[in-house]
């Protein structure tokens, strides 16, 4: 199994209020793909509430290999719905590994 981590950072410039409404929305349509992707096997996105760290949302899931991994981040309808979200970020950072 590999676990996919992806931590996202909003631009300086997105409103609070546009942060929230953009991370709701990623929340929702990422945490629906299973219904898509079928070979998802397990996916949470979580939403910062800590104003101390600098990374805004986190996005963990799991893949039974690092080609499936590969498969979601082409597949059209993670592309869209990640799209949405990365018109307002800044940074993104990622970690696949084993467990």
Not at 12 to 24: G, N, Y
């Amino acid at each position: 199994m590999v676990k996919h981590i992806v931590q996202f950072k909003f631009r300086p410039d997105v409103s609070q209020s546009m942060r929230a409404k953009a991370a709701a929305q990623f929340k929702k349509d990422i945490e629906a793909l299973p219904q898509t992707i079928t070979f998802i096997r397990a996916i949470e996105v979580g939403i910062n509430v800590n104003p101390n760290e600098e990374w805004d949302v986190c996005l963990v899931s799991l893949f039974d290999n690092l080609g499936d991994v590969e498969r979601y981040s082409k597949h059209p309808n993670h592309k869209a719905v990640a799209m949405a979200l990365m018109q307002h970020v800044a940074q993104r950072a990622c970690v696949d590994y084993e467990v």
